[in-house]
C-alpha cells in the first residue's frame, strides 16, 4: 500500500520551515510495521512540484494531511486534490481533534484521526486492507477515529488514551525530508547557518501549565518524558547518521523536570553528541531553571535558548495570561542564561484581552531592559479551545469558521476588549519593534552580520514591514 502525508502550506506570513514532527512520527510508526511511506511537505516541496502533480505522476492508495486550525481551509484543498487522484484520505492533527465533526461533513474527507495518531494510522491501515474500501466495520473498534457507517453516518469512536511511554514510539522518520530546503532553526531567522541541516526533536510532550491563549488540542494538560537513554539514541542518529549541522529542541516545556534536563545535557556531553549546536526552539519555561542548567545546557552544545516571557506586567501574567511565572523569574533565568554565554530569545504578547496600553508599554520595556539577542513580538491569536477563546466567543469577538484567518505571526490585531483599540495594538506591537531593534548597537550588530547580506532583500522586506508597518508580509 503506498501512502503519502502531506502537510499544506500556510499563506500566513511565516519565516521559517521546519520538518513536521507529527507527520514524521506518523510515517516512522508505518516504516515500523512495513509500510511504504512518502512525505509531501507543501512548506518546502510546493515551489517544486504541486500536490496535484505529484499525486499525478504517482500513485498513493492514501493520502494523510496534517492540519493546525489556520491551514484546515488548505487541508480541506488537499484532500479534494487527492480524492481526484483516487486517494482515501485521512485527517489529522490539531484543529481536526478540536473540531472532527465539522471535517467529517466535508465528502472530500474520509476519516478523520482526534490526538496522537501513531497507533490509530497504523490500525486504519489494517483496516483498509483487511476490508475492500473504507465504509466497512472494521473500523468500529479504532480509538481516537471519526468515520462514516454504510449509511453516511458520521460515527466518532471513543477517544484514544495518551500512551504512557513514549520511548515505545518508533523514532520519528527525519530521513523521509527534504533537509536542504528547510531553514535554520529560529523564529527570526538570523546568525545561526541559514544552509544548516537543521532537524528538529522532541524529548517531552505537552505541557501542565494552563496558559489562557495555548492551544493544547493534543496532549491536554498533561506532560509525558522520553528516558534520556531513548533521546540520546534519536540524537546521535540525527548528528552521526543524518549530519545534522543544527538541531532544534521543540518541545512545549523541555525544562519542566530541572533534573531529568540536566541528566540529558550531562549525557550529550558524556556521549560527545555537543558539537553540534542546538537550540530551545521554543519551551524554556523561565521558573523552572537555575544557573547549573543554564551552564550544562552550554557545555552540552546549546547555543541559543527561547523563554516566554510574554508580559511586563505581574498582574496581567497572573490574572489574564495565568502562566506561573513573574517578571522577576523572567529576569533571573535571562541573567543566568547569558552568564553561562548562551544566546537568549524572548517571546512577546500584545493584546491579551484586558490589556491596556500601559501593560503593553511595560512588556516594551521590559524586552528593552532584558537585552535579549532576539525579541520576537506577537499580537495574540485565539484558537478554538482555550480560555482565551471561550471568553471571546461570549464577547461576541470572534466566531468559528473564519479559521484562516487565525494566523499568528500577523501584524494584524485580530480582537480587541475594553477600551484598547485594534489600532493601538499594532501601533504598540510596531513600536516595540522599531524599539528593540532600531537601537545603535542592534544595528550595528545587525550589519556586521555576514547573514544580513547574504538575504539582504529578506531582511528589507521584512524590516519594512515589522519596523514601519507598510510592505506585504505574505509568504516569502
Ligand atoms: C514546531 C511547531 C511549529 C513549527 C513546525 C510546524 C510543523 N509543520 O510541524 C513551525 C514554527 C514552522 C510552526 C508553524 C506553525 N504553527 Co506550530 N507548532 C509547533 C509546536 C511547538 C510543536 C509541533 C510538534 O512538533 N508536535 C509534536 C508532534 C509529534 O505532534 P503533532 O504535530 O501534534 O502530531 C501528532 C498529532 O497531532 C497527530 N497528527 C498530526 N497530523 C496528523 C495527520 C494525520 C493524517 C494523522 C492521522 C494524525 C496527525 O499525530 C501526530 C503524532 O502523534 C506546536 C505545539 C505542540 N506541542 O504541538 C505548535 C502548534 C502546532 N502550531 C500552531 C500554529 C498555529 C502554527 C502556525 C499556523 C503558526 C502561524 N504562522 O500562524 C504555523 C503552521 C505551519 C504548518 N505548516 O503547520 C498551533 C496550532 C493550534 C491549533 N489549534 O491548531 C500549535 C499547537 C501551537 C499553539 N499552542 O498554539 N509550528
Ligand atoms: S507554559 Fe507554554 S506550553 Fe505550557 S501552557 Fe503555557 S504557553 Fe502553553
Redesign the pocket.
Known amino acids: 500500500m503506498q501512502i503519502l502525508?502531506?502537510?499544506?502550506?500556510?499563506e500566513?506570513?511565516?519565516s521559517?520551515?521546519?520538518?513536521?514532527?507529527?507527520?514524521?512520527?506518523?510515517a516512522g510508526?508505518l516504516l515500523a510495521k512495513g509500510y511504504h511511506v512518502e512525505i509531501w511537505?507543501?512548506?518546502v516541496e510546493e515551489k517544486f512540484e504541486s500536490l496535484d502533480e505529484r499525486l499525478a505522476r504517482m500513485h498513493y492508495d492514501v493520502v494523510?494531511?496534517?492540519?493546525?486550525?489556520?491551514?484546515?481551509t488548505n487541508a480541506w484543498q488537499a484532500a479534494k486534490t487527492a480524492k481526484k487522484h483516487g486517494a482515501i484520505t485521512?485527517?489529522?492533527?490539531?484543529?481536526?481533534?478540536?473540531e472532527p465533526h465539522e471535517s467529517m461533513q466535508k465528502d472530500e474527507v474520509d476519516?478523520v484521526?482526534r490526538?496522537?495518531?501513531?497507533e490509530?494510522?497504523v490500525e486504519?491501515m489494517a483496516a483498509i486492507q483487511k476490508g475492500t474500501g473504507i465504509i466497512q466495520e472494521n473500523f468500529g473498534h479504532i480509538l481516537g477515529l471519526s468515520w462514516r457507517d454504510e449509511k453516511g453516518n458520521i460515527i466518532h469512536n471513543p477517544d484514544r488514551l495518551l500512551r504512557d511511554n513514549l520511548d515505545d514510539?518508533p523514532l520519528?522518520a527525519h530521513h523521509l525530508f527534504k533537509i536542504e530546503h528547510y531553514t535554520n532553526l529560529n523564529?527570526l531567522t538570523d546568525g545561526l547557518d541559514i544552509h544548516a541541516r537543521a532537524y528538529?526533536i522532541?524529548t517531552s510532550?505537552?505541557?501542565p501549565y494552563q496558559c489562557t491563549?495555548?492551544?493544547?488540542?493534543?496532549?491536554g494538560n498533561t506532560w509525558r518524558a522520553r528516558s534520556v537513554k531513548n533521546v540520546i539514541a534519536e540524537w546521535r542518529w540525527l548528528v552521526e547518521d543524518l549530519h545534522a549541522t543544527e538541531i532544534?529542541v521543540?518541545?512545549?516545556i523541555w525544562n519542566l523536570k530541572i533534573k531529568r534536563a540536566k541528566e540529558l545535557c550531562q549525557a550529550l556531553i558524556k556521549e560527545k553528541l555537543n558539537h553540534v549546536p542546538w537550540v530551545t526552539?521554543?519551551?524554556m519555561k523561565v521558573n523552572s531553571t537555575d544557573p547549573e542548567l543554564f551552564h550544562l545546557m552550554k557545555q552540552a552544545g546549546c547555543k541559543r535558548v527561547g523563554f516566554g516571557i510574554e508580559n511586563g506586567d505581574d498582574e496581567v501574567l497572573k490574572k489574564i495570561i495565568k502562566k506561573g511565572q513573574t517578571v522577576d523569574m523572567a529576569r533571573n533565568a535571562v541573567k543566568w542564561a547569558k552568564e553561562a554565554g548562551l544566546q537568549t530569545m524572548g517571546f512577546f504578547i500584545y493584546g491579551m484581552p484586558g490589556e491596556t496600553e500601559e501593560t503593553m508599554e511595560k512588556t516594551t520595556r521590559l524586552a528593552l531592559e532584558l537585552d535579549t539577542d532576539l525579541a520576537h513580538f506577537l499580537i495574540a491569536?485565539p484558537?478554538?479551545?482555550?480560555e482565551m477563546w471561550e471568553q471571546l466567543v461570549l464577547l461576541g469577538k470572534v466566531q468559528p469558521g473564519n479559521w484562516h484567518e487565525?494566523?499568528?505571526?500577523?501584524d494584524k490585531a485580530l480582537f480587541a476588549v475594553g477600551e484598547l483599540d485594534k489600532a493601538t495594538i499594532e501601533r504598540k506591537w510596531h513600536e516595540a519593534h522599531r524599539r528593540f531593534y532600531l537601537r545603535p548597537k542592534r544595528i550595528w550588530k545587525i550589519i556586521s552580520r555576514k547573514d544580513t547580506w547574504l538575504r539582504f532583500p529578506y531582511y528589507v522586506k521584512t524590516a519594512t514591514n515589522m519596523l514601519l508597518g507598510i510592505g506585504d508580509r505574505s509568504k516569502n
Open positions: 502525508l502531506a502537510s499544506p502550506e500556510s500566513i506570513w511565516n521559517r520551515k521546519h520538518i513536521h514532527m507529527g507527520l514524521a512520527y506518523l510508526a511537505d507543501a512548506a494523510g494531511i496534517s492540519a493546525p486550525t489556520p491551514l484546515i485521512i485527517l489529522g492533527g490539531p484543529h481536526l481533534t478540536l476519516l484521526v490526538g496522537e495518531g501513531e490509530t494510522i486504519i514510539i520519528p523564529p528538529t522532541v510532550r505537552g505541557c491563549y495555548c492551544s493544547k488540542p493534543i496532549t532544534g521543540t518541545d512545549d526552539i521554543h519551551g491569536t484558537f478554538p479551545g482555550t487565525l494566523g499568528i505571526q500577523e
